[in-house]
């Protein structure tokens, strides 16, 4: 199993930057595949941006196409998330998820197995 942690939310303007960092522990020795997801109160989580275990590939939703890079330092066992050009309707609970199935980018929530408790940001108007 692998225990996720994510850091680096918090409030910002529109228009303002921030960094989200998610780090692994436990069996960091499988090849996952990351993701980010957000959660805005009462809707469902949705997929921001996902990264292939190689680093070859990316994906990010189209709201965020632009403004988000996703990131990875293999050695660090941690992914990144920055967010620029940040908008209110960006504020959400970011949780970082690991999918252990050794394939291709998955958008869906339920292809992946293990999840940070969630980060806060706000974006102010």
């Known amino acids: 199993q692998v225990h996720l942690v994510e850091s680096g939310g918090g409030t910002v303007q529109a228009g303002g930057s921030l960094s989200l960092s998610c780090t692994a522990s436990?069996?960091?020795?499988?090849?996952?595949?990351m993701g980010w997801f957000r959660q805005a109160p009462g809707r469902e989580r949705d997929f921001v941006a996902a990264?292939?275990?190689?680093?070859?590939?990316?994906w990010y939703a189209d709201s965020v196409k632009g403004r988000f890079t996703i990131s990875r330092d293999v050695v660090k066992s941690t992914v990144f998330l920055q967010m620029n050009s940040l908008k209110p309707e960006d504020t959400a609970v970011y949780y970082c998820?690991?999918?252990?199935?050794?394939?291709?980018?998955?958008?869906?929530?339920?292809?992946?197995?293990?999840w940070g408790q969630g980060t806060q940001v706000t974006v102010s108007a």
């Open positions: 436990g069996r960091t020795d499988v090849n996952y595949n």
């Open positions: 990264i292939h275990w190689s680093r070859i590939s990316t």
């Open positions: 998820a690991a999918d252990e199935t050794y394939g291709a980018i998955s958008t869906n929530v339920a292809n992946y197995d293990y």
